[in-house]
């Protein structure tokens, strides 16, 4: 149907720009500075996964330089320390720009401790991929460069490893309005469509139709099993929508489409058992899918609040996920959690500060951790969750 904070310190640890030479010895600045100078702002479409030790790692949009960074935390009695990796884009030697890339960072990191990196090179619309091998050494080069005309891919990119490591990337390629999934075949990245939607045709003269267009807000997981799971939004029917499958070839079905739905989804697979959170668009409202038994889908409202539901970040929480989302009418973060038969909600969050956008959870010694970017300070928030 379609309906229309903690202070964190940074310094720059020496590595590879490129694989072509080190990276300029300037600190890129503070994450964490609660009084930013101008420019100051990095942190944005950033991705969090753990280090094999236990240390939390971060690969993020630079927007003052227009350019990809990397960093690995210390948490030491509360506090965070970065050290902060240049990856791509940033000036060279002679100062001279090498274009904008960076934005829809998504990272995976594999139990050897190699990470993963897909992003956008928004000046050449393509998407890029940048590895880090063991010894901090940076590999990047095109994953694809989608399958229109004029090159325009690569946004909303989504990471994740398959059983045997290799990087699996799910993307949108605005230019044929397309969900493409890229995947390492041990050498380089293969890419193709996978899902180009349909026609919206509408039978009320009050609503325009519209032409197919999907694969906005991608979400890829991948069971023990090889199974690869890939939410995302198809704006033509207004509607969340799952495709799985591997390298063979996918099926697709309808989550829910009960009104435009589908943006920002998150996907928690255990087993055959999937949870996907997601925002409402026409309500305003997080929801929330799991299931799957014999093809249907339990969908409910988990926060009906005003404008709350984006950004969103699932995680396991005993027998019920837990939801981390952004509430855009106070600017917080919050946090969603199974009491009983009900949601517990609960307002995470610096006081003062915009938080809760571009949200990611891991997993650090037993406890929850969140970072996200904060709007008002212009940088990584991270913290324990309450």
Known sequence: MRVSALVLVAFVLPGCNGCTKEP??????????????DPHDVGSWLSMRAMPDGRPAVAFYDRTSGALAFAIG????????????????????????PGD????????IGSDGVAWVLYQDTSNGVL????????????????????GPNYDSGYWASVALDPSGNPVAAHYD???????VARWNGTAFTAAAVYEGTDYTSTDTAVDSV??????????????????YIAFYDRAWGALRLASGNVGGYSFELVDDTADVGQWPDLLVDGANLSIAYHDV???????????????????????????GADTAIYA??????????DGANNDMKVARKSGSAWALETVGSTGSAVGYHNETVTLGGAQYVASYDYTARTIWFSALP
């Open 24 to 37: 300029p010895p300037d600190d890129p600045g503070p994450i964490g500075d609660d009084t930013p100078k």
């Open 174 to 180: 605005a230019a044929k309005g397309a969900l493409r």
């Open 74 to 97: 210390t948490v030491t009695d509360g506090s965070v320390t970065w050290a902060i990796e240049e990856v791509d884009s940033y000036p060279d030697e002679n100062g001279l720009n």
């Open 317 to 326: 929480n005993g027998s019920d996920p837990g939801i981390v989302y952004f």
């Open 128 to 147: 890029k991929y940048a590895t880090r091998d063991t010894a901090g050494v940076w590999t990047i080069g095109n994953a694809d460069t989608g399958g």
């Open 101 to 108: 890339s960076g934005k829809y960072a998504s990272m995976a």
């Open 211 to 228: 032409s197919g267009n999907a694969g906005e807000y991608a979400r890829i997981a991948i069971a023990a099993d090889g199974t690869e």
């Open 282 to 308: 026409t309500n305003q409202d997080l929801k929330l899918a799991q299931g799957r038994a014999n093809g249907a889908w339990n969908v409910e409202t988990v926060d009906s609040g005003d404008h709350v």
